[in-house]
């Protein structure tokens, strides 16, 4: 049962969310497993902004003003851009996944970062049995966005996570064999 679970978490994506809205106590369930992840010395490191209903247009500005603050004019792209915001937009959620950095440094800053990458999983897993689909991005402009997230010292956005409900079902996963990826002593 777990392993299938496992096996059939999938990105998707917004331009696949029926538009359909999610609950905040949909997205409560989702953080409450997020919070039950691995962690070492329990720093418990993630932190999570939830942006839904009128604050994604909140979020939206933001990105709008990192995005145009940080890209290079030669690589600035309005209709990148554009889709960007449409991914906001045509979500029903988006969380905010920060990590906040131990104070004591009790624990390398990799291990908090794989802390709040496995409070990730734990929320796309659980994002999958409520029949709702996600993704997880990380833009390079999200490291700009430090005032507007107010984000506390030490704490770091590591991306954004889309969420909503999907239209289809998505497509069966992939992966090489476990055996080509092993060595054993």
Partial sequence: ??????KNRRSIF????????????????????????P????????????????????????????YTTTTPEHQFSA??????????????AV??????RDPKESVPEWEEVA???MAVQNLWLMTGELGLGGYWSSPGYRT???????LNTGEECLGFFYLGA????????ERDAIEDKTVWF
Avoid at 42 to 62: C, G, H, I, N, Y
């Fill in 144 to 150: 700009a966005m430090h005032t507007e997230l107010k």
């Fill in 39 to 66: 962690t070492h010395r329990k720093t418990q490191p993630w932190r999570f902004k939830v942006f839904r209903e009128d604050s994604l247009s909140v979020l939206a500005e933001f990105i709008e003003k990192a």
């Fill in 166 to 173: 999907y239209k289809e079902e998505p497509l069966a996963g």
């Fill in 115 to 117: 802390a709040t990458a």
């Fill in 14 to 37: 917004p331009n696949q969310f029926s538009g359909k809205a999610v609950s905040k106590e949909e997205i409560k369930i989702l953080l409450e497993a997020a919070n039950w992840a």
């Fill in 1 to 6: 049962m777990l392993d299938q679970i496992i």
């Fill in 95 to 100: 969380i905010v996944i920060c990590m906040q």
């Fill in 79 to 92: 209709f990148k851009l554009k889709k960007t915001l449409e991914k906001v937009t045509t979500s029903a």
